[in-house]
């Protein structure tokens, strides 16, 4: 017999952005069926609740990185911590008996909640207070929910198995097979129109933020479309022996130009939607550019925001991002190849290449500075006078982004130096490794000697992401079109920057969106997956990480600490690495899942 076991309202109700509800009225005293569940709506809401528990909790970059080593794997960033997955992954040490399997396991654990769900909604009674447009609305959550689970575990594995029924304890496991990866995206695509004439576009009240709504499911088809198109899933000739045991190919095997036209059209109709329904870039009151990129991380629930992952009190940020004078461990470390991605304030890209030594070659239209001091102050604060040139006139998302030597940190200045305040110094594990500290998602109002930490919100489908999803696809589409320009410069009018520049090339402007993507969504997971998808992992992911002399300086100014270091070598193994192995265990229990190629 099934089983539903006792579930705490209050961790429940931990999962969604509720605080005082009547959400969950109570806990079942003891255990119950699960159809004796579904005749309670109480319940039946507990148990969709509990269906989003699997939703990524991907602001754990480390602590939990068997959920996220995303961020760490890319060349945005950098830990002091070698026994973090990512860093595995950056030496290239990890084979399918060593990898995280939790992505695997979380996800399908998601789908097979939703599925119980949709199995048994239908025998909830009807009343007053559970109408049958409440019963068509947690239908369509539970069924995007799937979709989105699904999605999750393509994005790092591949062509997978479709479960779109609650497997029971007696069916025969070993007959889940992978399905062909345009089956998986098909799937989801059709879940996702299912799910949206049951669903708002936005929370219906506050009790809902958090909820599956229509809009999500628009930005998940622009966003999986988008992956289609590219050139990871799209007539890939690295898998063009992949088959199962059963001679099944699974990966489509000619190139379509056609999918750029259908990303493009999906992520239109998902802006279209979602303006009409009032979501908008967001902007400060005073509409002050670095302000306007920070605070979007931390007013929670704003209207650029499609779908967060509420994260309860959450002090990871801060004692991973804080300085170690203010109370952290300085561990959530910038590269020095990130920080060199920010264009200077007149638009230009400073830094064009690298010599052999890491010296970097210097685009003179820049204005950059690789060498001297500032001798006055930035406007609004962003730079304080006597901090090296490098990080002045700066793109107003590296200030909301990155903390560098001499920054302002509260009511005092980094000090990043070897025997500074916040330097390695001799202080063990925990510190700088790069010369840079991640801004981004940290709460400078909060205090870690007073335990006083924030409420949190991951997002995970913004506004800003699908407006570059649109400008990307429609650019390989159609080429440069008056759409392309308009909606990267709407992200870079936000960010306080110039427009791009006119009469830009296909392959010109495709370089520009990229550099784009990598600056606005910067350490939101997307980087990863976006040089993946773009087949260029091989260069980004690969090779040496510089940062800064942490090793070296004894005051702000000391030139010894502004030498470019190695922090490491990376290994990316193409085309092995491009795909996560499905974990052996797993692989032992059902040889029909078939390994992925180099595993």
Known sequence: MKYIFKIAAGVLLTLLAFSCSDFLDKAPEEDITIQEAFLQRNYAESFLTDAYADLPMEIHFTDMADINPFVLASDEFNVPWPEKFGKLMNRGAWNAYNATGRVWINMYEGVRKSNIFLDNIHITPLSEEFTAKDKDRWIGEAILLRALYHFYVMRVYGPSPIMNYAADVSD??????????????????????????????????????????????????ARLLLYRASDLWNGNPDYANFKDNAGVELFPQVKEEKWWAEAAAAAKKCIEECEAAGYTLYRTADDDPVQNYYRLFLDRYNNE??????????????????????????????????????????????????????????????GYKETGYAEEAGPAGRWPAGVRNMYVHRDPRFYATVAYNGAMFKDKQIELWNTGADGRGNEGRDYCTTGYLLKKYVDETCNIPQGIF??????????????????????????????????????????????????????????????????????ETHRYFDCHRWKIAEKTDNGPIWGMNISAGASLQDEAYYKRTLIENRIFKAPTHYLFPIFQDEIDKNPNLVQNPGW
Not at 341 to 355: F, H, K, R, S, V
């Open 172 to 221: 025969d496991f070993t007959q889940i097979r992978r399905q062909p990866l345009d089956s998986c995206i098909n799937f989801v695509l059709r879940e996702c129109d299912r799910a949206i004439p049951l669903l708002p576009m936005r929370a219906i009240n506050n009790r809902q933020t958090g909820r599956m709504t229509a809009a999500v499911a628009y930005a998940l088809k």
């Open 305 to 366: 925001v499609i779908l967060g992952r509420n994260c309860g009190v959450e002090p990871v940020p801060e004692k991973c991002g804080f300085p170690r004078s203010q109370g952290g461990w300085a561990g959530w470390n910038v590269t020095q190849q990130q920080v060199d991605a920010y264009e200077m304030d007149n638009g230009i890209i400073p830094i064009t290449g690298y010599t052999s030594d890491g010296s970097p070659i210097i685009d003179s239209r820049s």
């Open 454 to 523: 924030s409420l949190k919100t991951w997002i995970l489908f913004r506004l800003g992401e699908i407006y570059l999803d649109y400008a990307e696809a429609l650019n390989e589409a159609e080429g440069p079109v008056s759409d392309v320009y308009y909606y990267v410069n709407q992200i870079r009018d936000r960010a306080g920057m110039p427009a791009l520049p006119k009469d830009l090339s296909k392959s010109e402007m495709r370089e520009r969106i990229r550099h784009e993507r990598r600056i606005e969504l910067a350490f």
